[in-house]
C-alpha cells in the first residue's frame, strides 16, 4: 500500500507563492502517475496537475496552466507543486494523489494523501 505524506500549504496574498511536496513510501506496480487535486468549499474535487512518475507527461488543468508546475524527485518519491501568481480562486484543500494514467480523473486514484489548505487572500 502506498502511503502518501503532504506538507507546504498555508496563506498568502494573491500574486504570491507556494511549494507543496508530497512523499510517496514508495511506487508499485498499481502506479504509474501522480498528480494534484483540490476541493474548494462546495466544489467538487478537480485535477490541478499530474505526471507520469517517469516524467514524460504532465497535465495542467486550464485554470493553472502557466501558473503552477509539478515536478518529480525520483530518487525520493516525492512530487512538487510549485504555486506562482497565486489568486483567491485557488483558495482549497489541495491533495496529492498516486494511481494509474491519467491521475485526472478521480476514479483513476487509488491512494490520496491527507490533503492541505491553501488560502490565497485578496
Known amino acids: 500500500q502506498v502511503q502518501l505524506v503532504e506538507s507546504g500549504g498555508g496563506s498568502v496574498q494573491a500574486g504570491g507563492s507556494l511549494r507543496l511536496s508530497c512523499a510517496a513510501s514508495?511506487?508499485?506496480?498499481?502506479?504509474?502517475?501522480m498528480g494534484w487535486f483540490r476541493q474548494g468549499p462546495g466544489k467538487e474535487r478537480e485535477a490541478v496537475a499530474s505526471?507520469?512518475?517517469?516524467?514524460?507527461?504532465?497535465y495542467y488543468s486550464d485554470s493553472v496552466r502557466g501558473r503552477f508546475a509539478i515536478s518529480l524527485d525520483k530518487a525520493n518519491n516525492t512530487v512538487y507543486l510549485q504555486m506562482n501568481s497565486l489568486k483567491p480562486e485557488d483558495t482549497a484543500m489541495y491533495y496529492c494523489?498516486?494511481?494509474?494514467?491519467?491521475?485526472?480523473?478521480?476514479?483513476?486514484?487509488?491512494?490520496w494523501g491527507q490533503g492541505t489548505q491553501v488560502t490565497v487572500s485578496s
Open positions: 494523489a498516486a494511481g494509474r494514467f491519467p491521475c485526472t480523473l478521480v476514479r483513476s486514484i487509488g491512494t
Open positions: 505526471t507520469y512518475t517517469s516524467g514524460a507527461w504532465t
Open positions: 514508495r511506487y508499485t506496480s498499481r502506479v504509474n502517475c
